[in-house]
């Protein structure tokens, strides 16, 4: 009950966090945001980092700044690898969605290689949530890219589905709704 009130003050988000690509679904509204998985930063010599650009902004940027500014990915293989940044490439990027920022962070629902090991889960669930998200829940890759294509995994028949990224492959048979096997 209390979190379809609250659903109503905020929005409820599909997460994929790639390697070259952070794509974000917005529920009742689709696709709202795709954009190169890069940030722009300015480190000075005397003072804190501080984020210039995001997505497309940054990859503009690429091989064009001066030697203070770095351009980089947080993500790498699916998984964080500059927790601070991500953080802010993710608060960024979900405020650019919701058009402000609201008072009551959205639901997420991440997309995560299957595999990851369980400090990884961990930084990928406390960055979203450092970024603004109320609830963060994780899913396996194999298992969204199953969903959305629309595979009646819960039937007790075996699917292959594959998930070519630019950091990692995964491939999953999957079959009664979660993944018999999977190597990614």
């Not at 995001?54 to 790498?76: C, F, H, S, Y």
């Not at 889960?121 to 603004?132: F, L, N, P, Y």
């Not at 009646?152 to 990224?165: Q, S, W």
Request: charged share 20%.
């Amino acid at each position: 009950m209390i979190n379809t009130v609250l659903g109503a003050f905020s929005a409820e988000m599909a997460l994929d966090l790639g390697t070259s690509t952070t794509r974000m679904l917005v529920a009742g509204r689709g696709i709202c945001c795709a954009e190169p998985s890069l940030v722009a930063i300015h480190e000075p010599d005397d003072g804190p980092r501080r984020v210039l650009a995001v997505g497309n902004e940054a990859w503009e940027m690429l091989g064009r700044t001066p030697a203070d500014v770095k351009v980089v990915r947080p993500i790498q293989g699916g998984v964080v690898v500059d927790y601070e940044v991500a953080e802010a490439m993710l608060r960024h990027l979900m405020v650019r969605v919701q058009g402000r920022r609201l008072w009551l962070g959205p639901r997420i629902a991440v997309c995560v290689p299957y595999g990851t090991t369980e400090v990884e889960r961990r930084a990928v669930r406390e960055c979203c949530e450092a970024a603004g998200a109320r609830h963060v829940h994780l899913v396996e890759q194999p298992l969204a890219v199953a969903i959305g294509v629309g595979l009646p995994i819960e039937e007790a028949r075996g699917h292959m589905v594959i998930d070519m990224g630019a950091g990692t492959t995964d491939i999953a048979v999957l079959s009664l709704g979660g993944i018999v096997y999977s190597r990614s």
